[in-house]
């Protein structure tokens, strides 16, 4: 049984989409190889949003969301940086830093992100508290076939992962939709948790709910914890 819980865990490949729901990705060690890679079958996006759950204490510099495309290898993301709840946003190869978002270690943080190629405009929301809007990238949208990977950071297409900017911790409730949710859609998504069971509002490009994915290395698929002690 051990050895067949190793072999999933090594090799898992989902054929078909799976509800995650009450589920999280461990990724309990440093390395260049352990992520996961999440497949979808819409390949042009003219916006984004991106939400998850995340759980850490690195206090280093870690991915939280990597999407590349042959053109872009930060096409579109979510890295936090070593310094105290400072965060870097990128889309099509462009950046904008954020501060004083109330990030927390050691806890679950619902991180959301918006961009919109048409404004250019991009966001972060972070346990409900929404930055400024900063211009990053606009005229293009992301058209290329995309790699969207947890656990790592892309430096190429599907690749060029760093040991030491790789993710330690617990990914849950991942959510992306092609367009930006509203600030209400945002605020609801981080004030309905994961154990209640009226949830809506399902991404349309990334569902947790019908997860189609791949895992490399050891990364886990384990319950989420109870919320209460």
Request: with cysteine; hydrophobic share 40%.
């Amino acid at each position: 049984m051990a050895l067949l819980l190793l072999l999933v865990t090594l090799t898992t490949c989902a054929a078909t989409p799976q509800n995650l729901e009450y589920k999280m990705f461990t990724f309990p060690e440093a390395t260049n190889t352990a992520h996961t890679k999440l497949l979808t079958t819409k390949q042009n996006l003219s916006a984004v949003t991106v939400c998850l759950r995340s759980f850490t204490d690195l206090r280093r510099g870690h991915p939280i969301f990597s999407l590349a495309t042959s053109v872009a290898s930060n096409d579109f993301l979510i890295f936090k940086l070593d310094e105290s709840d400072l965060f870097d946003l990128w889309a099509r190869n462009k950046n904008a830093e954020f501060a004083l978002q109330d990030y927390k270690l050691n806890t679950w943080n619902a991180i959301c992100s918006t961009w919109d190629a048409t404004s250019g405009i991009i966001q972060l929301w972070v346990n409900g508290k929404p930055s400024s809007r900063k211009f990053v990238s606009s005229g293009f949208n992301i058209s290329e076939p995309m790699s969207i990977v947890l656990g790592q950071e892309q430096d190429s297409y599907g690749g060029g992962f760093d040991i030491n900017q790789s993710f330690i911790g617990m990914i849950s409730d991942v959510h992306m939709w092609d367009y930006t949710l509203s600030s209400r859609e945002l605020c609801t998504y981080t004030n309905e948790p994961w154990w209640d069971d009226n949830r809506n509002g399902n991404g349309n490009v990334l569902n947790w709910n019908a997860l189609d994915f791949q895992i490399t290395g050891r990364v886990l698929i384990e319950d989420m914890p109870s919320p209460y002690c």
